[in-house]
């Protein structure tokens, strides 16, 4: 049975002071529900410190790393480096790290790697911009991400990955695909695996929504039998939204 997952993407906010009260309303509940990982991605200055403060129920993961296990990578951590502070998970591929940090599929394929060699788990992030979606190539252009920078790996390797589908014309607008359109990419995702592996290793695998998703259209995205999850950014910084989400799973 493929896990059910909520993960917060805090990006570049909150001081110190505010990440850790954040992160304390949300390791203070203990109900949870049972079936949900609740993940949480902050800067990445925060991880040794969340590491002391979490429990089963609540994971830390780092949004970036570099695919090098050291050197001269100014500003740059590795993935030793982020698992040695507390990181249980690694975040690859996010649309922002693709067009503000030119992160291209050769490069997102070696953090693919990186993560694999440390045999750490990871989300990685797929999805198309608006113009793709408009021209009607949206499942070619996710189709070509996957094979690109995560296909290569063996069948034990891609069961460290959990994708997300992120439609970028969704994340920070307000805007939110539809119930069929995240459950045809879902299923298409799900589908591709399974051809490229085979159905009980599609049926492993976490696919998790990352567009816009908020405690209002939670429920709905959460019903579709392929989606798994979210990937939550905005909605994550207020623990109020954030728990209803996972509630919603």
């Not at 949870?32 to 403060?53: D, G």
């Not at 995240?182 to 998790?208: F, Q, T, V």
């Not at 939550?232 to 954030?242: N, R």
Request: hydrophobic share 40%; proline share 4%.
């Amino acid at each position: 049975m493929r896990k059910r997952i909520v993960a917060g993407n805090w990006k570049m906010n909150l001081l110190p002071n505010e990440a850790e009260a954040l992160f304390n309303e949300l390791i203070i509940k203990t109900d949870w529900p049972s079936h949900v990982q609740v993940i949480v991605f902050p800067p990445s200055i925060y991880i040794s410190r969340f590491n002391e403060l979490k429990d089963n129920h609540v994971l830390v993961g780092a949004q970036n790393f570099y695919p090098s296990k050291g050197g001269a990578f100014t500003g740059e951590i590795s993935v030793t480096q982020a698992k040695s502070v507390g990181a249980d998970y690694l975040l690859i591929g996010h649309s922002e790290r693709r067009a503000y940090f030119g992160e291209h599929a050769d490069f997102l394929k070696e953090k693919v790697d990186a993560s694999i060699e440390q045999r750490s788990p990871f989300i990685f992030c797929c999805g198309e911009p608006l113009t793709i979606r408009e021209a009607g190539q949206e499942l070619d252009f996710v189709k070509k991400q996957l094979e690109e920078s995560l296909f290569h790996l063996s069948k034990e390797d891609i069961l460290f990955a959990t994708v997300a589908y992120e439609p970028v014309w969704a994340i920070g607008t307000g805007k939110t695909a539809s119930m069929q359109q995240a459950e045809d990419m879902h299923a298409a995702i799900r589908s591709w695996i399974a051809e490229k592996y085979d159905i009980d290793i599609a049926n492993r695998i976490s696919i998790l929504y990352g567009g816009s998703c908020s405690p209002e259209n939670a429920k709905e995205l959460f019903a579709c039998p392929n989606v798994d999850g979210g990937l939550i950014g905005g909605a994550s910084l207020k623990s109020e939204s954030f728990i209803q989400i996972s509630e919603a799973l």
